[in-house]
């Protein structure tokens, strides 16, 4: 049974709404606070790309540090604050993901190579890790010791949950949004791959999407467009005006303000995921 649509009553929300009873809710706070603030079992798949830390704190500027308008717009403001991922409260994220996401349900959990090796056995406490995935972005971008074009995405679940598709590959080539307007943005694609993977003909306007981290608003933009409703959340002012920007495009039928184009080549990458998505 898909999960009941989540109430935010009281907190900073923006619905937006479409036709067919597809509902898209974007919460102004931070995950974990807004992981608590969902019923139990309320949710039907997570998926989401933290904004994790902890290279930041290992790594000297120049050598390898995350650097970039993410940190700051110029103005002395941060685009948005990067996520406490100390393995205690990396822990209490993850207990409230397998909470509200109740039995027999997965997430996508996104993760760079350092975040990884440091996360992953925390990952492995409250979840069955079922594979590890491979985002190929095509072209090399910077890196420390060796350039990066890869990022790594953990399919874990809460118990029974399986695929809906047979032909989903553990390397997904999809170009990175190449100068984005939002930092860290991610294609829209990528997340619907997950959608697809796990939802897919499934999806109803009663099945919900969460990413806790929304940033800009891809992973709402995807579930959308695959047919589900939506509910995420970000503590920066930046990161809803974004999505909200990109959702009433996408409901109006009008390009897509972030990303104009698609990003992947058929050529490079069967798209699986456009069966399954609503014009």
Request: proline letters at 5%; glycine letters at 8%; aromatic letters at 8%.
């Amino acid at each position: 049974m898909p999960a009941a649509a989540p109430k935010l009553d009281g907190r900073e929300t923006t619905t937006i709404s479409f036709d067919d009873g597809r509902t898209a809710q974007l919460v102004r706070s931070d995950a974990i606070a807004l992981l608590q603030s969902l019923p139990d079992a309320s949710v039907d798949l997570l998926v989401t790309d933290p904004a994790y830390n902890g290279m930041n704190q290992h790594l000297q500027l120049g050598k390898g540090r995350i650097v970039g308008k993410y940190k700051s717009r110029g103005d002395g403001e941060r685009w948005f604050d990067e996520f406490d991922d100390s393995p205690g409260n990396y822990a209490l994220f993850c207990s409230e993901v397998a909470r509200v996401l109740g039995p027999d349900r997965a997430a996508f959990l996104m993760f760079d190579a350092y975040s990884m090796l440091t996360l992953g056995p925390v990952v492995r406490e409250h979840f069955q890790v079922k594979n590890v995935l491979t985002w190929d972005k095509v072209a090399m971008g910077m890196g420390h010791h060796f350039r990066r074009q890869s990022e790594f995405m953990l399919y874990v679940t809460t118990g029974k949950a399986k695929l809906v598709r047979r032909d989903v590959p553990d390397v997904w080539r999809i170009r990175r949004v190449h100068r984005g307007m939002y930092p860290t943005q991610k294609p829209i694609e990528l997340f619907e791959a997950m959608v697809a993977a796990s939802i897919g003909e499934r999806a109803s306007s009663d099945v919900v999407v969460c990413d806790p981290f929304l940033g800009s608003g891809s992973a709402a933009v995807a579930a959308l467009r695959q047919g589900c409703s939506f509910v995420g959340g970000d503590v920066a002012e930046a990161s809803i005006a974004a999505a909200s920007s990109r959702l009433d495009a996408l409901r109006s039928c009008a390009v897509d303000p972030l990303q104009p184009k698609e990003l992947v080549d058929p050529a490079l990458q069967k798209p699986f995921w456009l069966g399954t998505r609503v014009d």
